[in-house]
Nanobody, 116 residues
Framework: LHLVESGGGSSQLWGSLSLSCATP????????LGWFRQAPGKEREGVSC????????NYADSVKGRFTISRDNAKNMVYLQMNSLKPEDTAVYYC??????????WGQGTQVTVSS
């Protein structure tokens, strides 16, 4: 296990949660970073990603305008701020660091549960 997520938990409809991801094993600065999620009975899907410099970000249509990805290369961390949460955001959220097909690392996942 190379990455460690934290910050998951439970929220009411329209609430907010913030996820963090870090690793003591290597420097994240050269890696593209992303957040994925997997809901029960569904495939893992991409939520958001950010370039190594932080200059470029992308979001799934389902979270645009509600979620914000950011990174702090000095702290070796990546974040996902989730606002206006909906029940359909309920899933296990995974942090990913990608450099090459051989340098592609995942965290263990953190549960996010949103109730209506």
């Amino acid at each position: 296990l190379h990455l460690v997520e934290s910050g998951g938990g439970s929220s009411q409809l329209w609430g907010s949660l913030s996820l963090s991801c870090a690793t003591p094993r290597f420097t994240l600065a050269d890696y593209g970073l992303g957040w994925f999620r997997q809901a029960p009975g569904k495939e893992r899907e991409g939520v958001s990603c950010i370039s190594s410099s932080g200059a470029s970000t992308n979001y799934a249509d389902s979270v645009k305008g509600r979620f914000t990805i950011s990174r702090d290369n000095a702290k070796n961390m990546v974040y996902l701020q989730m606002n206006s949460l909906k029940p359909e955001d309920t899933a296990v959220y995974y942090c990913n660091a990608f450099l090459t097909s051989r340098s592609n690392y995942w965290g263990q996942g953190t549960q996010v549960t949103v109730s209506s």
